[in-house]
């Protein structure tokens, strides 16, 4: 068991080193801070990634309804898949980027950056207009502004889940893995949620006469979230851990970090990335798939209602998920959780032909949503936690942002994939088993790697983690007294 046993409420670890080691002996954590000085970073932090869940997830939905009116120059081209996936490329380039600049310069100005940036490209795909009013000028212009929009989501991960990470540092022990989970994971949950509801009410409102004003309001309101959280992040400061261990003053000696840090990225990132590949693939085309078993004849709005169903499935999987990384640690929540999930894939498959039939809608997404709900009390919990923690914060942001994108490249794969999947099937039955039968083996190799591949991850492993980092640079001939930002 992992469970960490402290009992003290708030105990920022006293980082002084005895002098042998060669570590800096002059920065301790502020301990004079209140119970909201020390949650607020935590939330400017980590709660952008709703922008990520909203805006990844309503494009399922708005691409149903730019289906709905442009059936030929949309639903049966190439720019339903590029809508669909451009965003995931510009993700994963604002992941490398931007984890390159929260090591080397500053993780509040990185997170700033991108959130404005966010904004920007938010509001622009609500207006994607092609030259002339031209249909396929306005498949391209969406497509870019996804792209840019992708670039900018990408900052949230390395600046703003890090930032998150190195925040709860300064909170109860035993809590700490919750706190970081309800602000990144759970808010990308509320975000799926959010993104399926809207469509609903929004076609709702405007009845399906008015389709071409539905998806564009679809798509604004994702300017909401991010310039709500805009003054908190003006306000943020440095997380203490990074001011204590930045290396942005200093050489970045990535010749060994590499020969440090090899093995556990590569594991890290090959469990993000077979994860997202099945995990965004599922959820952005649940609305079509139940489109599918309803048929041709049943109202849009009530399609929407289904996939909202089946997204608030995500919400009980990961609030039960942060509590029980707390309890059994992050390594295996995330290997039980892919383990049942892998149970309840084979189950979808096997019983695919009576759950697909119209009149089984209900079960079918009972079970789809218990499928979903066991891969969030796993990796879409834990994965995210294990790459803040398994590296140094001197090198924090470029770790977990490899490992992210190493996810989004999964689902950009996965977007296609699925696709490809579904198409080459040799009847409709098989169309809709595959992917749970492909999901299922992936799920069960996670689990492998997560239980005999992935360290152990206690309460205090930040600090334990920039403990062993320094010391091996030391022992490598590397001054790491010019480590921090008060190094002179």
């Known amino acids: 068991m992992e469970k960490d046993t402290d009992p003290n409420l708030y105990e920022p670890k006293d980082q002084s080193y005895p002098e042998e080691s060669g ?4 920065s301790v954590i502020n301990t004079n801070k209140g119970t909201w000085d020390r949650v607020w970073p935590v939330i400017a932090c980590g709660a952008g990634l709703f922008s990520d869940g909203y805006l990844n997830s309503v494009i399922g939905s ?3 309804i730019l289906s709905k009116i442009y059936p030929t120059e949309y639903a049966h081209s190439t720019a339903r898949q590029n809508v669909n996936a451009i965003t995931f490329a510009g993700t994963v380039l604002g992941m490398l ?11 509040k100005w990185t997170l700033l950056t991108s959130t404005i940036i966010l904004i920007v490209f938010a509001a622009l795909c609500a207006g994607s207009y092609g030259a002339g009013g031209s249909i396929g ?29 190195e925040s709860t540092g300064e909170l109860k022990s035993g809590t700490r893995n919750r706190w970081f989970i309800w602000f990144t994971n759970v808010q990308i949950d509320l975000g799926f949620v959010v993104a399926a509801i809207t469509p609903m009410i929004v076609v709702l409102a405007t009845t399906e006469k008015h389709l071409r004003a539905a998806w564009r309001i679809c798509l604004g309101l994702g300017v909401i979230p991010p310039l709500s959280l805009l003054w908190l992040r003006i306000k943020l400061q440095e997380p203490e851990a990074f001011k204590r261990e930045s290396m942005a003053k200093t050489r970045f000696p990535y010749w060994l970090i590499l020969k440090f840090y090899w093995w556990r990225l590569l594991v890290v990132s090959l469990i993000w990335c077979m994860y997202d ?6 959820g952005i085309y649940s609305s079509t798939i139940l489109t599918n078993l309803e048929g041709n004849d049943t109202r849009l709005w009530v399609s929407f209602g289904w996939n909202t169903l089946i997204n608030f499935f995500y919400i009980p999987g990961c609030l039960a998920g942060s509590f029980i990384s707390d309890w059994i640690g992050p390594r295996y929540t995330l290997a039980g959780g892919v383990l049942i999930q892998a149970i309840m894939g084979l189950v979808m498959a096997g019983c695919y032909a009576t759950l697909s039939k119209p009149s089984h809608v209900p079960a079918f997404v ?7 709900a066991f891969g969030e009390v796993g990796p879409g919990d834990n994965i995210g936690l294990i790459a803040s923690k398994t590296g140094a914060t001197a090198v924090r942001g470029q770790y977990y942002g ?13 977007t296609y994939a699925f696709t490809d999947i579904m198409n080459d099937a040799s009847n409709p039955i098989k169309a809709g088993q595959n992917p749970f039968w492909v999901a299922s083996a992936l799920c069960i190799f996670e689990a492998f790697l997560a239980i005999f591949c992935v360290p152990r991850i206690g309460q205090d492993t930040i600090d334990e983690e920039d403990k062993r980092f320094r010391e091996y640079l030391l022992s490598q001939g590397y001054d790491t007294g010019t480590i921090g ?4």
Do not use: Q
Request: proline share 1%; glycine share 14%.
């Open 402 to 414: 490899i490992a992210a994108a190493f996810g989004k490249i999964g689902a950009f794969i996965g």
């Open 366 to 372: 009972v079970v789809y949503g218990l499928f979903l």
């Open 23 to 26: 570590l800096r002996n002059d």
């Open 485 to 488: 930002l008060k190094a002179m």
């Open 97 to 107: 980027f931007f984890g390159w600049t929260s090591d080397h310069f500053s993780r």
């Open 137 to 165: 000028g306005l498949f391209a212009a969406l497509t870019a502004y996804r792209f840019f929009l992708g670039f900018a989501i990408g900052g949230e991960y390395p600046a703003g889940s890090v930032g998150c990470a």
């Open 62 to 64: 708005v691409s149903t």
């Open 277 to 282: 590949f099945s995990a965004y693939a599922f």
